[in-house]
């Protein structure tokens, strides 16, 4: 049998390897990371002594050399962030749910959509305001 068309042929059997040897490169050094929120889930206590059962997201957590944290947090009923002293500054973003904030001695009513920049020197504290979750963002940068 003779081949008609021998550029066809090349290209049939040298673009998948070529298309596999760029998937293993791009892999070997990505530049970046992607964490699935399902598979990172942990139960654990409020955050600062605060008791009750949080569920957490530690996003990025295994990144060594990562310069900021970013995680997501839900407070159940009966749980908090407790009241502590800021170092550095830091975000809340709330993504669902209604909550009270303490900001230097101060009560707010917080809920879906606001966003609170912490500075460092003051204290601050979250927790659900009534039965339901309080869905939270953070974001910090590390030390």
């Given at each position: 049998?003779?081949?008609?068309?021998?550029?066809?042929?090349?290209?049939?059997v040298t673009s998948p390897i070529?298309?596999?040897?760029?998937?293993?490169?791009?892999?070997?050094?990505?530049?970046?990371?992607?964490?699935?929120?399902?598979?990172?889930?942990?139960?654990?206590?409020?955050?600062h002594n605060s008791g009750g059962?949080?569920?957490?997201?530690?996003?990025?957590?295994?990144?060594?050399?990562?310069?900021?944290?970013?995680?997501?947090?839900?407070?159940?009923?009966?749980?908090?962030?407790?009241?502590?002293l800021q170092e550095k500054q830091?975000?809340?973003?709330?993504?669902?749910?209604?909550?009270?904030?303490?900001?230097?001695?101060?009560?707010?009513?917080?809920?879906?959509?606001?966003?609170?920049?912490?500075?460092?020197?003051?204290?601050?504290?979250?927790?659900?305001?009534?039965?339901?979750?309080?869905?939270?963002?953070?974001?910090?940068?590390?030390?």
């Open positions: 049998m003779k081949i008609k068309n021998r550029t066809f042929v090349l290209l049939a070529f298309f596999l040897l760029g998937f293993i490169s791009k892999q070997a050094t990505p530049g970046y990371y992607i964490d699935h929120e399902k598979s990172i889930a942990v139960n654990e206590p409020g955050p059962t949080t569920t957490a997201f530690p996003f990025f957590s295994k990144v060594k050399d990562a310069k900021m944290t970013f995680r997501k947090r839900i407070l159940h009923p009966g749980s908090a962030i407790g009241y502590h830091e975000i809340y973003y709330i993504l669902s749910g209604r909550g009270e904030l303490t900001m230097n001695g101060k009560i707010i009513p917080v809920t879906t959509g606001d966003a609170i920049l912490t500075m460092p020197g003051s204290s601050h504290g979250l927790k659900p305001a009534g039965n339901e979750d309080l869905s939270v963002l953070i974001t910090y940068e590390n030390n």
